[in-house]
């Protein structure tokens, strides 16, 4: 019940029904500020309960100086949450756990239930094993529910078992689309005390480009697994009024451009800028000409950038893409007069008061690709194959070949590209890249051209309505010309489910240790994350996509080198057959229309007869298989007493690994291929499984015995504290002090009692918002992680596991303080936290070393996590005593 402090209530009549809403108009101080903090102004005036949310926090969110460091600690409510299968199985694995661990503490189950709606679509586990036919995507369906029945039958027990809980099944869509397209409300309604109330969609997800809401006008964004169960059970989100980055939008996208360009050149420009933990709002007269499409190709790359959300407001344009995709008219009135109500409406001559704000003239955007391992890396189209050219020595083993390798038919070399897809969330939502593709595939056929025989293939679009238009435009014949058949429809390539390359060109890939790439329209191109094969991945809009499988090498030039001859003899240049604005917007006229949302979404919680065939178990607390490779019980609350016990210093720790700069979740966690000889492809052998079955790290993270044995399993980590040595290995001071894996030296030290550290260079868990990047550390027995710097999500996922985050004084590092990571280390001063207060800077022992260190937990909300020793225990006993 809010305390109404402000006498905010008020009503809101919108098509002859009345809605109580709560005004923040009346609030000194709420005109100026930014768009995504007046949404959180309704939020803490809606929520408002004199405890954690207090008129206190009203005033100084109303009264933010945006010059200011982030220091007033606020409570955000989200209206809903949003979550993927790779990272929705470990939430739901999570809150049946929680059912069991209260009914043993001797509470009731049905108290562990979403408070709040909840929504998860299954889209990151079907993978490319087939590509180039017709029936791809029936046999890549087919093969998915095959290996993950298990996961399945166990989503479909959640969607019974728990409230506002409901499931979109596979083959439906990418988690971001089916959100922009219908599950995003962009203002909500629900029925509170037998009043209909209505207030600002929010949200947010087990997935880091949860931000591409933003695009229409949600605030959202991406939070690890256990955050989001905290969510779920109705804990606030607490957060420090954040840092809002200003950035201007002027001009109009040159011909030629895409949103991709757009979306690269922005994330180029805000990560040097740098807004790791900020929020980024787009304003000015430019944001007119920006359609809705780019808006959520620019909110999606928020985490490429670091920015906690990156977001647009509410106009004309969000009204046209609502009714575009079936929104009701009521719902459209509801937004329209709610936001112009609330101040939510954008007015481009109106400049709200920013932190600190950037500046970017659309007509200066020039074609782009990134590349080849971080998505900030911007090249210059036009630079392209000189900058290759330049990377790729640094690719090369002295046995590497710089000649053609014969593979089966074909013959393959350094820098040819065998993996093209059109995949991931970023674009596939977009027509215009979509159909720019479509066309531009078109023209290519029509003169004769051809993709080469060593590039893998793949089209994954975000949702039904891609193919649909497609077909209704008469364009899937040459796409499929091309060997851009459908695969499935989910994030495949860009999470890592590119699936295995055909047999002969994975051998010579890999006996002559060839540095080939990918070519792909997401977000992501870490290393080691598309395929085990790929050393080097470019993220391209889709057209480029197209046109890199056409060239079939990344040492092109597409100005100066010819994509081939025509049937006449006549060599054929990306410029003949690029599509021009005019005719993809003709297309989209005649081949999109609402009807097509309509349809397509008529039944989207339903599935297909796969779906409806799978045996679901019953009841309100999970009966677990003993057999189960895929759902294990996880060991969280093992003996977990009522009141939590006092937090103690760490001593005699060891280190576990010593990391570099830009260290990923996906280096900490992988979401791909489980290798046969790795820990986890020997546990899933010992447990019966074949190499063929193995799936993915993603797939099967309802099993923490694989997670654990996943945990920094990537293929390309780099641990410091051996010598050329990539994977997922260390040195094992438990025993020898020799290599060994790294899960093998965490059983040792754990027998031992040996606590363990990690050290970390800049940029420590950037990336996607991998729960078990957090999780898997710490059932490996690590304390803390010193890092020079933290990305957001991670930071706040360690402590959610009980990990301290602690940070390297300005200008320290491992390396300037003389440390190996062969030192025995204590860190002093963490009981301080036992008496209700945080200490700003701990004292770590290093061997004959000392040091002062940062402590990173940054909320007296974080502290209570870390004291409880995580996030799902301090919640489980709040629960018990509510």
């Given at each position: 019940m809010s305390k109404n402090s402000f006498n905010a209530k008020k009503n809101l009549e919108v098509a002859g029904k009345s809605y109580e809403i709560f005004d923040i108009s009346g609030i000194q101080g709420a005109t100026s500020l930014p768009f995504s903090l007046k949404v959180l102004l309704e939020n803490l005036l809606r929520t408002e309960d004199g405890a954690n949310i207090t008129a206190d926090h009203i005033k100084a969110l109303a009264n933010w100086n945006p010059a200011a460091e982030p220091d007033t600690e606020i409570q955000f409510t989200p209206a809903r949450v949003v979550m993927q299968d790779f990272t929705g199985v470990p939430c739901i694995v999570d809150l049946a756990t929680m059912r069991e661990a209260i009914v043993d503490l001797g509470g009731d189950p049905s108290k562990v239930n979403p408070l709040a709606p909840a929504e998860l679509v299954i889209d990151h586990s079907v993978i490319a094993d087939v590509f180039g036919t017709k029936d791809s995507f029936e046999q890549n369906t087919d093969i998915e529910y095959e290996r993950n029945q298990e996961r399945y039958r166990f989503l479909r027990w959640g969607q019974t078992a728990f409230d506002e809980f409901k499931v979109v099944p596979p083959g439906t869509g990418i988690v971001?689309?089916?959100?922009?397209?219908?599950?995003?409300?962009?203002?909500?309604?629900?029925?509170?005390?037998?009043?209909?109330?209505?207030?600002?969609?929010?949200?947010?997800?087990?997935?880091?480009?949860?931000?591409?809401?933003?695009?229409?006008g949600v605030l959202g964004w991406g939070v690890g697994g256990i955050e989001a169960e905290a969510a779920l059970l109705g804990q606030p989100v607490s957060m420090l009024i954040p840092r809002v980055v200003g950035f201007k939008l002027t001009g109009q996208l040159?011909?030629?451009?895409?949103?991709?360009?757009?979306?690269?050149?922005?994330?180029?420009?805000?990560?040097?800028?740098?807004?790791?933990?900020?929020?980024?709002?787009?304003?000015?007269?430019?944001?007119?000409?920006?359609?809705?499409?780019?808006?959520?190709?620019?909110?999606?790359?928020?985490?490429?950038?670091?920015?906690?959300?990156?977001?647009?407001?509410?106009?004309?344009?969000?009204?046209?893409?609502?009714?575009?995709t079936g929104r009701s008219d009521d719902q459209v009135a509801l937004v329209e007069q709610y936001a112009k109500k609330q101040g939510l409406w954008h007015d481009p001559s109106v400049e709200p008061r920013f932190s600190e704000q950037v500046e970017l003239d659309l007509s200066t955007v020039v074609p782009s690709i990134a590349g080849p391992k971080r998505p900030q890396d911007r090249i210059s189209l036009s630079d392209s194959k000189l900058a290759f050219e330049k990377t790729?020595?640094?690719?090369?083993?002295?046995?590497?070949?710089?000649?053609?390798?014969?593979?089966?038919?074909?013959?393959?070399?350094?820098?040819?590209?065998?993996?093209?897809s059109i995949t991931s969330c970023t674009n596939t939502s977009n027509p215009s890249v979509m159909i720019g593709a479509a066309l531009l595939a078109k023209k290519a056929v029509e003169k004769g051209l051809k993709s080469k025989p060593w590039v893998k293939t793949t089209l994954a679009p975000g949702s039904k309505v891609v193919t649909d238009y497609y077909d209704r435009a008469d364009l899937t014949k040459y796409m499929q010309a091309l060997g851009f058949h459908l695969v499935g429809y989910g994030c495949v390539t860009c999470i890592g489910n590119s699936g295995p390359l055909p047999i002969e060109i994975s051998k010579a890939v890999n006996d002559s240790d060839l540095a080939v790439t990918a070519v792909l329209s997401g977000n992501r191109n870490f290393e080691g994350r598309?395929?085990?094969?790929?050393?080097?991945?470019?993220?391209?809009?889709?057209?480029?996509?197209?046109?890199?499988?056409?060239?079939?090498?990344?040492?092109?030039?597409?100005?100066?080198?010819?994509?081939?001859?025509?049937?006449?003899?006549?060599?054929?240049?990306?410029?003949?057959?690029?599509?021009?604005?005019?005719?993809?917007?003709?297309?989209?006229?005649?081949?999109?229309?609402?009807?097509?949302?309509?349809?397509?979404?008529?039944?989207?919680?339903?599935g297909d007869h796969r779906w409806k065939s799978l045996a679901t178990p019953v009841g309100k607390v999970f009966e677990w298989d003993p057999k189960s490779t895929y759902v294990r019980k996880p060991p969280y609350f093992d003996g977990m007493p009522k009141t939590p016990t006092p937090v103690v210093d760490i001593s005699g720790a060891r280190v576990l690994a010593v990391l570099g700069d830009s260290v990923t979740t996906?280096?900490?966690?992988?979401?791909?291929?489980?290798?046969?000889?790795?820990?986890?492809?020997?546990?899933?052998?010992?447990?019966?499984?074949?190499?063929?079955?193995?799936?993915?790290?993603?797939?099967?993270?309802?099993?923490?015995?694989?997670?654990?044995?996943?945990?920094?399993?990537?293929?390309?980590?780099?641990?410091?504290?051996?010598?050329?040595?990539?994977?997922?290995?260390?040195?094992?001071?438990?025993?020898?002090?020799?290599?060994?894996?790294?899960?093998?030296?965490?059983?040792?030290?754990?027998?031992?009692?040996?606590?363990?550290?990690?050290?970390?260079?800049?940029?420590?868990?950037?990336?996607?918002?991998?729960?078990?990047?957090?999780?898997?550390?710490?059932?490996?027995?690590?304390r803390a992680v010193i890092a020079e710097s933290f990305e957001r999500i991670h930071r706040s996922n360690l402590i959610g596991m009980g990990v301290l985050p602690l940070q390297f004084k300005n200008g320290d590092s491992a390396q300037s303080l003389g440390l190996t990571g062969e030192e025995e280390f204590s860190i002093s001063g963490i009981t301080a936290l036992n008496t209700g207060g945080v200490p700003k800077e701990l004292t770590v022992t290093a061997g004959s070393k000392s040091f002062v260190a940062t402590v990173r937990i940054d909320t007296p909300g974080e502290a209570d996590y870390y004291r409880h020793g995580g996030i799902m225990q301090y919640v489980l006993r709040s629960l018990l005593n509510a």
């Open positions: 971001h689309q089916v959100n922009i397209e219908y599950l995003a409300r962009v203002v909500m309604t629900r029925t509170v005390g037998g009043v209909l109330r209505a207030y600002p969609d929010t949200v947010v997800g087990t997935d880091s480009h949860t931000t591409m809401v933003n695009g229409l040159p011909l030629g451009t895409t949103a991709t360009d757009m979306a690269l050149t922005i994330t180029e420009i805000l990560r040097k800028h740098g807004v790791v933990g900020k929020f980024v709002e787009f304003y000015g007269p430019g944001v007119v000409s920006v359609p809705m499409a780019n808006r959520t190709t620019i909110g999606n790359m928020s985490p490429e950038y670091g920015s906690t959300c990156a977001i647009f407001p509410i106009d004309e344009e969000a009204l046209r893409y609502l009714r575009l790729l020595p640094t690719y090369f083993s002295d046995k590497t070949s710089r000649e053609e390798v014969k593979a089966g038919s074909t013959r393959v070399k350094n820098g040819d590209v065998v993996i093209a598309i395929s085990p094969d790929v050393k080097m991945n470019y993220l391209a809009s889709p057209p480029l996509v197209v046109a890199y499988a056409i060239a079939g090498t990344m040492d092109h030039d597409f100005e100066k080198d010819s994509l081939g001859q025509d049937q006449n003899g006549k060599d054929v240049y990306l410029a003949d057959i690029w599509p021009t604005p005019a005719e993809i917007q003709s297309v989209i006229d005649s081949s999109i229309s609402s009807a097509m949302f309509t349809k397509d979404y008529a039944s989207v919680f339903d996906d280096h900490i966690s992988p979401a791909g291929n489980i290798k046969a000889d790795s820990p986890a492809g020997k546990y899933l052998a010992e447990h019966g499984i074949d190499r063929k079955d193995f799936n993915s790290y993603g797939s099967r993270r309802g099993n923490h015995e694989v997670m654990i044995r996943g945990t920094f399993a990537n293929i390309r980590l780099k641990n410091l504290l051996l010598d050329g040595v990539e994977g997922g290995f260390t040195r094992n001071f438990a025993t020898d002090g020799r290599q060994s894996t790294i899960y093998d030296a965490s059983v040792a030290y754990q027998s031992a009692g040996t606590p363990l550290v990690i050290l970390a260079g800049k940029e420590y868990g950037s990336g996607s918002s991998r729960d078990w990047a957090a999780k898997g550390t710490a059932l490996l027995g690590v």
